[in-house]
């Protein structure tokens, strides 16, 4: 987490509880989200939304624990507060549990918060996770992992899986109750494809040509995109980084050989000779990415040379994307099952970056074949969020 995000984090927890009790106080039968970051978000945003278009009368309150989710989405209006969640402990998990008084909990993919999910079992709340993640390796299964495994085993009224290996896995722990049910991702990114959107100051740049899309990537995949298009200036290239401070994007704008723009230079403003000629558009603003896949003919997803897995492929290949992305992948069940299908195509350096776009610039039926199977993976993927709405009401 950057300077900028600690400040925000820290300020968005001054005088956070009087606030909650002052907003959730006076009603019952809250229905609780609660989403780590943006990506977490993303994933469980059709179920927010699914929730919403159910139960019209109902209040739900979503909290999350990162300002790259809190500060686009403080407004969203499919619920009817957004607020950062207290830090876990028992004096802040006992004020925040006697305002909301959840008749429901509903955590995303790994949240181990040991006092406020004990606090909910011991008050008999509902409480559910969606879209865990488990692999052998898994810090769920080592010997250190008996914290983990427990909330687990004992926490949860369902967790819910992506595939058949995850359940097993959970199962061979311990857990009692697991089901499979897809990742509701899909369905987002499936319906946010399939939805007329564009962007003038996209438009005006790349002037109906379609381009190379980086998303979501850290400083060493923006720096392997930039090579990439210093020996490429035929080509224009979408640069939307994970990181937007000042010095990482002027990094990326100092790298470029052929010219490159902020996105932010040009919103609300007329086009001029600068950006329609300019190599690399940097998106410097957050909320659009899923969006702008759209713009592409080919990807690379950012997040697996630094994270533990990349971020969402899925939604680049909803639109016939294909799509690479960095060594660690192996824990994201999308990236193993575009890879077997070859449409995704993991990469280590920036040489294989450069080759990757060479074959995607290089063979057109290849990139035909790519893109319809990335298309039809997510068609033939989505359904997840009717299976969660199941379980969670029904």
């Given at each position: 987490?950057?300077?900028?995000?600690?400040?925000?984090?820290f300020q968005?927890?001054?005088?956070?509880l009087?606030?909650?009790?002052a907003a959730c106080g006076?009603?019952?039968?809250i229905?609780w989200?609660?989403v780590?970051?943006?990506g977490?978000f993303?994933?469980a945003?059709?179920?927010?939304?699914?929730?919403?278009?159910r139960?019209?009368?109902?209040?739900?309150?979503m909290t999350?624990?990162s300002?790259?989710?809190y500060?686009p989405?403080?407004h969203?209006d499919?619920v009817?507060?957004?607020f950062y969640?207290?830090?876990?402990?028992?004096w802040?998990?006992?004020r925040f549990?006697?305002?909301?008084?959840?008749?429901?909990?509903?955590?995303n993919i790994g949240?181990?918060?040991p006092?406020?999910?004990?606090a909910?079992?011991?008050?008999?709340i509902?409480?559910?996770?969606?879209?865990?993640?488990?692999e052998?390796d898994s810090p769920?299964?080592?010997?250190y992992?008996?914290?983990?495994?427990q909330?687990?085993?004992d926490?949860y009224?369902?967790v819910m899986?992506?595939?058949?290996?995850?359940?097993?896995l959970?199962?061979?722990?311990?857990?009692p109750?697991v089901?499979?049910v897809?990742?509701?991702?899909v369905?987002r990114?499936?319906?946010?494809a399939?939805?007329?959107?564009?962007?003038?100051?996209?438009?005006a740049w790349?002037?109906?040509?379609k381009?190379?899309v980086?998303?979501?990537t850290?400083?060493?995949e923006d720096?392997?995109?930039?090579?990439v298009?210093?020996a490429h200036?035929?080509?224009?290239?979408?640069?939307?980084?994970h990181e937007?401070?000042?010095?990482?994007?002027?990094?990326i704008?100092?790298?470029a050989a052929?010219?490159?723009?902020?996105?932010?230079?040009?919103?609300g403003?007329?086009a001029?000779?600068?950006?329609?000629?300019?190599?690399?558009?940097?998106?410097?603003?957050v909320?659009m990415?899923s969006?702008?896949?759209?713009?592409?003919?080919?990807?690379?997803?950012?997040?697996a040379?630094r994270?533990?897995?990349?971020?969402?492929?899925?939604?680049?290949?909803a639109?016939?994307?294909?799509?690479?992305f960095?060594p660690?992948y192996?824990?994201?069940?999308h990236?193993?099952?575009?890879?077997a299908?070859?449409?995704?195509?993991?990469?280590h350096?920036?040489?294989e970056?450069?080759?990757f776009?060479q074959?995607?610039?290089?063979?057109?039926s290849?990139?035909?074949?790519?893109?319809q199977?990335a298309?039809a993976?997510c068609?033939?993927?989505?359904?997840a969020?009717q299976?969660?709405m199941?379980?969670?009401?029904?």
């Amino acid at each position: 987490m950057n300077t900028e995000k600690l400040k925000l984090f820290f300020q968005g927890r001054k005088g956070l509880l009087p606030k909650i009790e002052a907003a959730c106080g006076p009603y019952k039968d809250i229905i609780w989200f609660h989403v780590a970051s943006f990506g977490e978000f993303e994933e469980a945003r059709p179920v927010i939304e699914a929730t919403r278009a159910r139960f019209p009368d109902r209040k739900i309150l979503m909290t999350v624990f990162s300002p790259s989710v809190y500060e686009p989405m403080k407004h969203y209006d499919k619920v009817d507060w957004v607020f950062y969640l207290p830090l876990d402990s028992p004096w802040n998990v006992r004020r925040f549990l006697d305002a909301v008084r959840p008749v429901k909990a509903i955590f995303n993919i790994g949240e181990h918060w040991p006092f406020l999910l004990n606090a909910l079992r011991r008050r008999h709340i509902d409480t559910y996770i969606m879209s865990v993640r488990i692999e052998p390796d898994s810090p769920y299964l080592k010997w250190y992992g008996f914290m983990y495994r427990q909330i687990l085993r004992d926490c949860y009224n369902c967790v819910m899986v992506h595939n058949q290996s995850n359940l097993e896995l959970l199962k061979g722990i311990g857990v009692p109750e697991v089901q499979v049910v897809g990742d509701a991702r899909v369905d987002r990114v499936v319906a946010v494809a399939s939805q007329p959107w564009s962007n003038p100051v996209v438009e005006a740049w790349c002037e109906g040509k379609k381009v190379f899309v980086s998303g979501s990537t850290y400083d060493v995949e923006d720096n392997m995109t930039v090579e990439v298009a210093n020996a490429h200036p035929e080509g224009k290239f979408l640069i939307i980084p994970h990181e937007l401070g000042e010095a990482e994007v002027n990094d990326i704008l100092q790298k470029a050989a052929h010219g490159a723009v902020r996105y932010t230079d040009y919103e609300g403003k007329e086009a001029d000779d600068t950006l329609r000629n300019a190599q690399i558009l940097v998106v410097n603003t957050v909320g659009m990415l899923s969006r702008l896949y759209r713009y592409g003919f080919a990807c690379h997803v950012g997040g697996a040379f630094r994270d533990s897995m990349p971020h969402s492929v899925v939604e680049p290949a909803a639109y016939g994307l294909p799509v690479s992305f960095g060594p660690k992948y192996q824990r994201e069940l999308h990236c193993k099952d575009l890879e077997a299908l070859g449409a995704g195509f993991p990469i280590h350096n920036q040489k294989e970056l450069e080759a990757f776009y060479q074959k995607m610039t290089g063979d057109a039926s290849l990139l035909e074949r790519a893109g319809q199977i990335a298309k039809a993976y997510c068609q033939d993927s989505a359904g997840a969020t009717q299976r969660i709405m199941h379980i969670l009401f029904d």
